[in-house]
Nanobody, 122 residues
Framework: QVQLVESGGGLVQAGGSLRLSCAAS????????MGWYRQAPGKQRDLVAR???????NYADSVKGRFTISRDNAKNTVYLEMNSLKPEDTAVYYC????????????????WGQGTQVTVSS
């Protein structure tokens, strides 16, 4: 059983900051890439940022320079530091992780968290 639990969402004024956390737990052998996606009402779920096990990152153009993704491999946790927030950043934010479950099987599985609401007021 694998779980991803997000925390840190909330209501913030435009220009403010929030830090999201996502901790993975359960029967995990290794975690490869981890990422954050977001979904606004009536829109598709889009990539916000992604980080590999080696620390390589990529970001959506709309958040470059404002958001920073990082991870603590010892804690199986990924973070998203969000600065200079804008009303258009309002969405439910989901984390995911691509992981393997057993040393004898290299097949990867993608797990998702339940989502955390971020609301930015103007």
């Amino acid at each position: 059983q694998v779980q991803l639990v997000e925390s840190g969402g909330g209501l913030v004024q435009a220009g403010g900051s929030l830090r999201l956390s996502c901790a993975a737990s359960g029967s995990i052998f290794s975690i490869n890439a981890m990422g954050w996606y977001r979904q606004a009402p009536g829109k598709q779920r889009d990539l916000v940022a992604r980080i590999t096990s080696g620390g390589s990152t990529n970001y959506a153009d709309s958040v470059k320079g404002r958001f920073t993704i990082s991870r603590d491999n010892a804690k199986n946790t990924v973070y998203l530091e969000m600065n200079s927030l804008k009303p258009e950043d309002t969405a439910v934010y989901y984390c995911n992780a691509d992981l393997t479950l057993h040393w004898s099987n290299s097949r990867e599985f993608r797990y998702w968290g339940q989502g955390t609401q971020v609301t930015v007021s103007s």
